[in-house]
């Protein structure tokens, strides 16, 4: 069965600063990985994913996610953070058994200081 | 750009009440998905909907739950009889096709049953 964890719940980062959102997944077969941003008051917007192409995926906003294989790893990052990007980030799994089932990490809420 | 629309974004009943979640996906996309979040947890998956029949769906999903599309644009999930752990956000999504094309998510519909 396929699982993903989020490191760290909450992350507050100063404008400017790099923005690291950590995903690990667990899957038997190669999986699909996806990032979500969700804005107050909104639904989930994808973000990026990688779909066993090159392992460096670049997405809408400047943020990026690079697929480790050995650390199981899909980690979500901007290089500088701006004020908008305060948001709930959701790291998500599918995999070929599943369909085109998502299995989503528990977010995390990503707070940016002036 | 294209977007999966919900309503109502807010709707409270009383417990053992039906209620019916609207979502009219995308129009070029033939999957559609049910998901919900209870307030503090991962965001789950309920069912996926493919050539009018579901192709998916959870242990979550019970009898008290269906799904239907009744005519060409909408998606409805019916809940039969709301218990109060029903309360949740329920989103929407739609894709274009199977895996690995990503999905589109409406804003919600926040449930609450009393």
């Known amino acids: 069965a396929q699982s993903v964890t989020q490191l760290g719940s909450h992350v507050s980062v100063s404008e400017g600063a790099l923005v690291l959102l950590r995903c690990n997944y667990s899957?038997?077969?190669?999986?699909?990985l996806f990032w979500y941003v969700q804005y107050p008051n909104q639904g989930l917007q994808l973000l990026l994913k990688?779909?066993?192409?090159?392992?460096l995926v670049k997405g809408i906003n400047g943020f990026e996610a690079e697929f480790k294989k050995s650390e199981t790893s899909f980690h979500l990052t901007k290089p500088s953070a701006h004020m908008s990007d305060a948001a709930e980030y959701f790291c998500?799994?599918?995999?070929?058994?599943?369909?085109?089932?998502?299995?989503f990490g528990g977010g995390t809420r990503v707070l940016v200081k002036p | 750009e294209p977007e999966v629309t919900q309503t109502p974004s807010h709707q409270v009943t009383q417990m053992g009440q039906e209620v019916i979640l609207r979502c009219v996906p995308i129009?070029?996309?033939?999957?559609f998905y049910w998901y919900r979040q209870i307030l503090g947890q991962k965001v789950e998956f309920l069912v996926s909907?493919?050539?009018?029949?579901?192709?998916?769906k959870s242990e979550i999903f019970d009898d008290q739950f269906s799904v239907e599309r009744p005519d060409g644009s909408n998606f409805t999930l019916k809940i039969r009889s709301t218990k109060l752990e029903d309360s949740a956000m329920y989103f929407c999504?739609?894709?274009?096709?199977?895996?690995?094309?990503?999905?589109?998510f409406g804003n919600g519909t926040r449930l609450t049953v009393t």
């Open positions: 909907f493919y050539n009018n029949e579901i192709s998916e």
């Open positions: 990688y779909t066993s192409a090159a392992t």
């Open positions: 129009s070029n996309h033939l999957y």
């Open positions: 999504a739609s894709s274009e096709r199977g895996r690995p094309s990503p999905l589109h």
């Open positions: 998500a799994v599918s995999e070929e058994a599943a369909g085109n089932k998502l299995t």
């Open positions: 899957s038997s077969v190669p999986p699909y």
